[in-house]
C-alpha cells in the first residue's frame, strides 16, 4: 500500500468515482491545487472539490477546539449548562449587544443587496431577536437528559441499564440565517458542542454575535472554551473540510437543495452520520370532498413568507376545479396583497383550461433578488420540473396541477416533490387515511403547511429539519432538535463478587 500524497493536479487527469465512472481534471483545477491541498471527489456526481490547505487548517483546528471541549463537558453541571443558555440571552436582550450586532448585520445586509443576494432571512428583525432570547430560555429550562435511564433489566446479583449520554461534536453549516445561532446552541442542553459554518452573507453578523453574546456567556457559565465556536471562514471549502472531519458525531447542514446535498455526500462517504434539509417546499392536495371555504383559507395562510415549509405546489381534483381553482387563485392574489406585492403561477403544461383567459395574458412585477421585474402572471411548466421549489421574495409564487384524483397527487409527490410537507384538504376520514398511508413525506397535516417548525409545533428550537428525499430516518423523526443529539451507553451494576458465566 502506497502513502504517497497528492501535490499536483494535471489538466485531464482521470478520476475515478462511483466504482465505474470517470471524471476529468479541469485546467482551471489543476492550476489552482498546489502541494497540502486536498482533493475531495463526490462518489455520488463525479464532483471535485478542492479544498486548499488554509480551510483544511482551519476547519481541523475548528474541530479539535470543539473536541477538547466535549471531553471537559462530562465534568460541567447541567447547572452550568442553564446558566449558559441564561446568559447568552441575556447579552442579546442587552441594548448595547445588539447594537453591535444590529450594525454588522446592517452591513452584510447591504453587501448582500449589492451582490443581488436575498435578504429576507437574513436581516435581524426586533421579532427575531425576541425568538432567539425565548428559544435560548427555553433551552434554559428544559431537562438536560444526560443520564436519563431509558431500560434497566435486574438479575440475581446485578442488573444492566441504557442510559443516555452525549453524542459528541456536531459540525453545523448553515445558510445566512443569525438566529440559527440560538436554535443550534441546543445541542450544549445535553452535554455535546457545536462548530459553526455560517454562509458568507451572513458571517460579519454571526461574527458579532460569537463576539458580544455566545464567546462572554461561555466563559461565565464555565463552560469549557470551544464548547461552541465558529469556524471563521467564508469560503466553501471550509464547510467541506468540516464535514470530512471524522471526529464530528452527527454532520448538520440547512441551506440551498444543491449546496447541502453536496454537504451531505462529503459527510456520508466519511462515514459521518448526516442530518440535512436543503430542499423544501409544501405540497397541498384539495380531495373531491373537501370545504371550499377551508381549502381557500389554507392556501393563504401557507404563502404568509418564504422559507421551507412554504406552500409550494396545489393539486387539485379534477371534479371540483371548476369551484376549487378560482378560490386558489383569490387566495394566491390575497398573499400577494398582504404582502403589497403581486403573485406569480406555474401551470403544468396541458392544464391552462382551468386558468381565466385573463391571468393568462397578464404581466405581473415580480420582486426578485436582483430586483423589480415584469414577467408573465402564468407561466407554464413542464410535468417534469413540479418539484421545483420557488424562492420568491415578496411575490409568493406557487405550482399548479390538475389531477383524476388523491393518487395521482400522491404519486406526483413521491416522485418529484422533495418528500417534504404535505397537507390533504378533504372532509372524507378514509382520504385522509389513505393518504397518510401513500404520501412519501416526514410531515404530513390537514390544514396550512407551515405548521411545521420544531419550535411552532413541539416548543423546541430546531437545528433542522430532514425532508425523505434521500431515504426515511434511522429511529428518529424529522424535527432535529438540540435534545435529539445522543447516544445510549450500557451500564452494568454488580452486586454479587462471585458472579460468573
Not at 415580480?366 to 418539484?387: C, M, S
Amino acid at each position: 500500500m502506497s502513502d504517497a500524497m497528492l501535490t499536483e493536479l494535471t489538466p485531464g487527469m482521470a478520476i475515478p468515482y462511483g466504482g465505474d465512472r470517470i471524471t476529468r481534471v479541469p485546467a482551471d483545477l489543476a492550476a489552482r491545487f498546489q502541494a497540502g491541498d486536498r482533493l475531495v471527489v463526490v462518489q455520488e456526481t463525479g464532483a471535485l472539490l478542492h479544498i486548499p490547505a488554509a480551510q483544511h487548517l482551519a476547519a481541523s483546528a475548528a474541530v479539535a477546539r470543539g473536541h477538547r471541549a466535549f471531553q471537559a463537558m462530562g465534568f460541567v453541571s447541567d447547572a452550568q449548562i442553564s446558566a449558559f443558555f441564561e446568559a447568552f440571552a441575556a447579552r442579546l436582550e442587552a441594548d448595547e449587544p445588539w447594537a453591535a450586532i444590529a450594525a454588522a448585520n446592517g452591513e452584510d445586509v447591504e453587501a448582500a443587496r449589492t451582490r443581488g443576494r436575498s435578504t429576507t432571512r437574513l436581516a435581524v428583525s426586533e421579532a427575531m431577536r425576541r425568538d432567539m432570547v425565548a428559544g435560548l430560555r427555553g433551552w434554559r429550562d428544559s431537562e438536560g437528559g444526560r443520564g436519563r435511564v431509558l431500560e434497566r433489566q435486574n438479575y440475581p446479583g446485578w442488573s444492566v441499564e441504557q442510559v443516555v449520554a452525549p453524542l459528541g461534536v456536531v459540525g453545523f453549516v448553515f445558510e445566512g440565517r443569525p438566529n440559527v445561532f440560538a436554535d443550534a446552541t441546543g445541542v450544549l442542553r445535553g452535554g455535546n458542542t457545536v462548530v459553526f459554518r455560517i454562509g458568507s452573507d451572513a458571517l460579519g453578523t454571526a461574527q458579532a454575535i460569537v463576539r458580544h453574546a455566545l464567546d462572554p456567556a461561555i466563559a461565565e457559565a464555565g463552560l469549557p472554551e470551544g464548547a461552541a465556536c465558529l469556524l471563521d471562514q467564508a469560503d466553501h471549502a471550509a464547510g467541506w473540510a468540516l464535514f470530512g472531519d471524522r471526529r464530528l458525531a452527527l454532520a448538520v447542514a440547512r441551506g440551498s437543495g444543491p449546496a447541502v446535498a453536496q454537504l451531505g455526500a462529503v459527510a456520508r462517504q466519511s462515514g459521518l452520520p448526516v442530518s440535512l434539509h436543503g430542499t423544501g417546499g409544501a405540497w397541498i392536495v384539495a380531495d373531491a370532498s373537501a370545504d371550499a371555504a377551508r381549502f381557500a383559507a389554507v392556501v393563504e395562510h401557507s404563502l404568509d413568507r418564504k422559507v421551507c415549509n412554504t406552500l409550494n405546489v396545489c393539486c387539485v381534483v379534477r371534479e371540483r376545479a371548476g369551484e376549487l381553482v378560482p378560490l386558489f387563485l383569490q387566495a394566491l392574489r390575497r398573499a400577494g396583497e398582504r404582502r403589497g406585492h403581486n403573485c406569480k403561477l406555474h401551470v403544468v403544461e396541458g392544464d391552462e383550461a382551468a386558468l381565466p383567459a385573463d391571468w393568462l395574458e397578464a404581466e405581473v412585477r415580480v420582486r426578485r433578488a436582483e430586483g423589480d421585474r415584469e414577467e408573465p402572471l402564468v407561466e407554464t411548466l413542464p410535468l417534469d420540473a413540479l418539484g421545483r421549489e420557488w424562492e420568491w421574495e415578496e411575490t409568493p409564487e406557487v405550482s399548479l396541477k390538475i389531477v383524476d384524483g388523491v393518487d395521482e397527487a400522491v404519486a406526483l409527490f413521491n416522485r418529484y416533490s422533495p418528500q417534504f410537507d404535505a397537507s390533504l384538504i378533504a372532509e372524507d376520514p378514509a382520504a385522509h387515511q389513505r393518504f397518510f398511508e401513500g404520501v412519501n413525506a416526514p410531515f404530513v397535516g390537514d390544514g396550512f403547511t407551515r405548521w411545521v417548525d420544531g419550535q411552532y409545533a413541539f416548543n423546541r428550537p430546531e437545528l433542522g429539519l430532514s425532508n425523505w428525499e434521500h431515504g426515511r430516518l434511522f429511529a428518529r423523526g424529522g424535527v432535529l432538535s438540540g435534545d435529539s443529539v445522543f447516544t445510549v451507553r450500557t451500564r452494568a451494576r454488580q452486586s454479587n463478587p462471585a458472579l460468573r458465566r
